[in-house]
């Protein structure tokens, strides 16, 4: 059994609004600092704005962040 235990004011809250609903996902900087302070920056400097997912396999996965649409393309 694997137990992870994060303190709740460590956690940021991550919130994606689409055309098909909400989203709120739990970040845990205790856990994994580098990938939240980067989720973090692009989200502030407003990267996400109008992307879009550009892979959906329904009931397993979407996938975006890809300024190209393409798959191909990051954040550089």
Known sequence: ???LAVPAQENKTCILET???TLVFQMY????PRTV???SELADSGFFDG????RVVADFVVQAGD???S???GSG
């Open 71 to 73: 798959g191909e393309g």
């Open 1 to 3: 059994m694997l137990v």
């Open 19 to 21: 055309e098909k609903g």
């Open 29 to 32: 900087p205790g856990v994994a």
């Open 67 to 69: 300024p190209t649409a």
């Open 51 to 54: 992307i879009v997912f550009h």
């Open 37 to 39: 302070a980067r989720i």
